[in-house]
């Protein structure tokens, strides 16, 4: 057993976990903290397989962005914790149990009956993932990036001007 393997498992177990975790809890805060557990478990499984540049873009843009945009917009809106009723809750409980487990079973069924292809590992280059990825943004596709630039730029000029109009009233 690898190290490799060992480190797969144990962040695949964190990714279905903070899932579950998340579908499970009934607090909006404990829901956004274990869907960041599992952003962190992908960038982790983005770096097993030698992708760096993907693995910090989900730690920037998942974790960070969209976990904090979730609390502000639990932190901002009125949101009461009452919980449904217990009979109800256990039966949906089971039934989601239930799913999983078969759904579960299925795939794990089918990995195992998989013919997978024996792919040679290809020899380590000196170039890293990262600088792959410039090279082709800045020589191939400039002109795509140039103008994504200049239509984010314009969202946010947009979105100001929203904003403004909205609490203009002062």
Do not use: C
Request: charged share 10%.
């Amino acid at each position: 057993m690898s190290g490799s393997f060992v480190a797969f498992f144990i962040l695949s177990l964190l990714t279905i976990g903070g899932a579950v975790f998340m579908i499970s809890f009934n607090r909006v805060v404990h829901m956004v903290i274990s869907l960041g557990i599992s952003f962190l478990s992908i960038a982790g499984l983005f770096i097993l397989l030698g992708a760096e540049f993907v693995a910090v873009s989900q730690i920037l843009v998942y974790s960070g962005a969209i976990s904090i945009l979730m609390l502000f917009g639990i932190m901002l809106t009125k949101h009461d914790d009452k919980e449904e009723g217990s009979r109800s809750l256990k039966k949906r409980q089971y039934v989601s149990l239930l799913f999983v487990a078969v759904f579960f079973i299925i795939v794990f069924w089918g990995i195992q009956n998989t013919v997978w292809p024996n792919v040679p590992q290809e020899a380590a280059t000196d170039v890293s993932n990262a600088k792959q990825i410039g090279m082709a943004v800045f020589t191939n596709y400039v002109i795509p990036f140039e103008l994504l630039s200049v239509l984010l730029l314009v969202a946010l000029v947009g979105a100001i001007i929203m904003a403004k109009k909205e609490g203009g009233k002062e």
